[in-house]
């Protein structure tokens, strides 16, 4: 599975957009980008994944580049519940002898504001 | 709510103790993961379990054992505690094996003293 960078920290105001920037330059033509978050140390919460369109769902959208080589989770409206942990992950979907295992980078802790 | 629910949320034993945890997963899900989150290691991946039958291994100690039950809950048995085992323990489940979206349980948080 490739690698990802994250930054270690952002801030955010409340109602404000969060954009939590990913680097995946090695990314493989069949991985897709995962978000997961998880609120101080309850267990991690799926938000997202996309291959490489651009994904919208309730929880937030997700920004892919035409390269692949980078993408970008947005919180449209950010409130303070959403401060937490952002993992963003590569990984292969389906394939003979893959699992399921997510390998967890440090992530991105996102503050949000009042 | 993510439907996998794990027992007991909290725990505190004694090094050198043997402890059960255990985790039923979503209605429908027949893959079972175990993780591991430690301050110092962050969340790493311990084990999974498909329909019954081990799937696959992560950075899981000799000490350490897991299995699926046909009812399709695990349970992850931690013996001769060390106080470095101390963390929490997540279990996710997913569909099938390979299934990207996997749900999160509340967790176990270990203590060993």
């Known amino acids: 599975d490739a690698k990802t960078t994250q930054p270690p920290s952002m801030d955010c105001a409340e109602g404000r957009a969060a954009n939590l920037p990913c680097n995946h330059s090695?990314?493989?033509?069949?991985?897709?980008v995962y978000w997961y978050r998880q609120i101080h140390s309850q267990g991690p919460q799926y938000i997202i994944h996309?291959?490489?369109n651009n994904e919208t769902n309730e929880m937030a959208s997700l920004i892919i580049t035409e390269d692949r080589k980078s993408s970008t989770l947005i919180l449209p409206h950010a409130t303070l519940r959403d401060t937490a942990v952002y993992y963003c992950i590569v990984r292969v979907a389906h394939g003979s002898g893959n699992t399921g295992k997510l390998i967890f980078g440090q992530g991105t802790t996102l503050q949000v504001k009042p | 709510d993510s439907g996998v629910t794990q027992t007991p949320k909290h725990l505190i034993t004694a090094t050198g103790q043997r402890v059960t945890l255990r985790c039923s997963p979503r209605?429908?899900?027949?893959?079972v993961y175990w993780y591991q989150q430690s301050l110092d290691q962050g969340l790493q991946f311990l084990i999974q379990?498909?329909?019954?039958?081990?799937?696959a291994k992560g950075n899981i100690l000799e000490r350490f054992s897991a299995q699926q039950f046909p009812d399709l809950h695990s349970e992850l048995n931690l013996s001769s505690l060390e106080l470095g085992d101390s963390a929490l323990y997540f279990c996710a489940s997913s569909v099938q094996a390979t299934q990207e979206t996997q749900y999160f349980g509340p967790g176990t948080r270990l203590l060993v003293l």
């Open positions: 090695t990314i493989s033509g069949n991985e897709y």
């Open positions: 996309g291959l490489k």
């Open positions: 209605s429908g899900d027949l893959s």
């Open positions: 379990y498909y329909n019954g039958e081990e799937r």
